[in-house]
């Protein structure tokens, strides 16, 4: 059992008795030293648990304070002034400078429940000193990593004005500027940035800062002590992808301009030939020169499949948004579609019910996913049918979702996750591919997500496929 | 009698493109359609023959030695005696921006290679028989 080490620091005979006398046997252990600077300092390298201090000590009671302890290196316990009776004064000084309880001498009621409540304050200071330690240790190394960051961050009220910027924001924008509007000190605005305006909770966004650098910020909301919603921001420099991406980018437009020009050179002298303007040719001939110009045409659409697919993977792609139906889209590519499945002997079946909400969209790349999926479904049908279908989901702020669903071969259960991997192939694939196969599921993934939506797929081997794709409402 | 554009009223075409092989198929082409061509291979070249043969039309390419196609155009339509000559671009580029800014600078018709050659002669024929 835990013995008490109860420090009396005084020179008060009585007092020493009395307390002396209702220690006795009990767990506790009584160290008494006169009020000097000698004494505390005995005291506080015995670690004493509780501190009696003797008001007597000092010439001027009122003068009361606990720094003389803080100062000989105790550890905050708990201190008991003993006043004598009837110096109401002094006892009020004392409490409200920081002693936890007073007694009256000579004592005459029962120490041990005083020093025990005593006991229980000082435990509990203990705990919260703790507390108090480990959140000032752990703002400090927030404080320490923000400031430290490379990258720029700041803290903005909900109003807009700036609490904190780090040394690398104060770099890009200069000091001084706390308290000010982000949307004027950052970005030279008149009025909050749409992305604040939109979003309340954790918001992206990319912005050109007046270094001339690109940074994609990172924004989280922290509720400060008063309970209001503090925005923090962090931007990382994304210049240099892009400096890649604008490489990248050339370097597409020049390699497909120096492939296209040749193509387009055999085309025409193909058709020289075939339009007989260098001398009619004869069967054989036009056979032949025919096989170069469709072969040269194939080879065309490879070229240009496989530009496309370069475009829409790395995101250099933009929409041509506009108000349409699933019908609209589906007319642009059902004939030829048809076409394929009815070559393969195919039942080809179209579900699109008339009432559906209208869509904002890109018409032309929605279709060419639709294309993408629907010919894979045709071209892994052998029998049976292959079916597509839009419906409604009201569900969150609406969305409109389209399948597509085969009787095919189906795709093993371990590839089920991967068909939307850049080059997936079926093991074994046993079809023709002719547009640069493993390109088509991953484009159209793509597209559906650049339109804020989801593709994704069901299937059971040698049963059949699905896949499904949300497109959003207009409005 | 010296058979001269003028005296056959053959309509006279100017094509500029630094690919001969393209350049000499186009003639072929467009002589069998009774066009009379004239061939620039850079855009320096180009500027000048517009000036001394005064073409009913203009074919050019955008990327070429001596002044790439849009300095052409841009050139063409600021000088007195070339500045109502009809402009078809013909380029191996299919970036947007592009056709853009040669319709701005005054292009009539924007073709990408390879291309249609019906759609291609109906925009050479709709383009002269427009033009002032």
Known sequence: ?475 | MVDTPEASGKKRILIADDDKDLVYALSLRLGAAGFDVICANDGEEALKKAVREKPDLIIVDIRMPAGGGFSVIDHLKHGLTTRDIPIIVLTAFDEEDLKERARVLGAKFCFRKPFNDREFMDAIKSAITRAP
């Open chain 1, 1 to 475: 059992m835990k013995v008490y080490k109860i420090a009396y620091l005084g020179e008060d005979k009585d007092v020493i008795l009395a307390l002396e006398r209702e220690l006795k046997g009990a767990n506790f252990k009584l160290v008494a030293a006169p009020g000097d600077y000698n004494g505390i300092r005995k005291v506080a390298g015995l670690n004493p648990d509780l501190i009696l201090w003797d008001l007597d000590n000092d010439p001027e009671p009122e003068s009361f304070s606990l720094e003389r302890f803080r100062r000989a290196d105790m550890k905050g316990q708990p201190v008991i002034c003993v006043a004598r009776r009837g110096s109401v004064k002094s006892a009020v000084r004392c409490i409200s400078s920081g002693a936890t309880d007073i007694i009256f001498k000579p004592i005459q009621e029962p120490f041990i429940p005083r020093a025990a409540v005593a006991l229980n304050i000082g435990e509990l200071q203990k705990r919260l000193n703790w507390s108090s330690s480990v959140i000032d240790d752990t703002n400090n190394q927030i404080k320490r990593i923000l400031a430290n960051l490379k990258d720029p961050a700041y803290i903005v009220s909900p109003e807009f004005h700036i609490l904190y910027m780090n040394r690398a924001a104060e770099e890009i924008f200069g000091e001084g500027l706390r308290g000010g509007a982000c949307y004027t000190v950052f970005y030279d605005r008149s009025e909050p940035c749409e992305v604040c305006l939109k979003s309340k909770g954790p918001a992206r966004w990319r912005a050109v800062l007046k270094n001339g650098k690109t940074y994609r910020f990172v924004s989280a909301l922290v509720t400060n002590s008063s309970g209001e919603p503090e925005k923090i921001a962090i931007g990382i420099d994304i210049t240099p992808d892009q400096e890649v991406k604008k490489i990248h980018k050339t370097f597409i437009s020049n390699v497909s301009h120096d492939l296209r020009t040749p193509i387009s050179t055999i085309d025409q002298y193909a058709s020289i030939l075939l339009d007989g303007l260098t001398g009619e040719l004869n069967e054989e001939q036009k056979k032949c020169v025919e096989v170069i110009r469709r072969s040269n045409f194939r080879l065309f659409n490879l070229v240009e499949n496989l530009i496309d697919a370069n475009r829409i993977l790395s995101g250099d792609f933009k929409l041509r948004m506009e108000i349409t139906s699933v019908r609209e889209v589906m007319d642009l590519v059902l004939d030829k579609l048809k076409a394929q499945a009815e070559d393969k002997g195919l039942k080809f079946e179209v579900e699109v019910p008339d009432e559906l909400p209208r869509i904002y969209v890109d018409k032309a790349r929605i279709a060419q996913a639709i294309a993408n999926i629907t010919g894979n479904a045709i071209k892994f049908t052998d029998e049976g049918r292959v079916q597509v279908r839009a419906g409604y989901m009201p569900r969150d702020e609406g969305r409109i979702i389209v399948s597509v669903e085969d009787t095919g071969i189906g795709i093993p259960r371990e590839d089920l996750g991967k068909v939307f991997d850049l080059f997936y192939r079926v093991e074994g694939d046993r079809v023709y591919v002719e547009e640069g196969a493993g390109l088509g599921l991953s484009i159209s993934r793509e597209i559906i997500r650049a339109h804020g939506g989801t593709l994704w797929a069901e299937s059971v081997e040698g049963v059949g496929s699905a896949f499904h794709m949300t497109l959003p409402v207009y409005g």
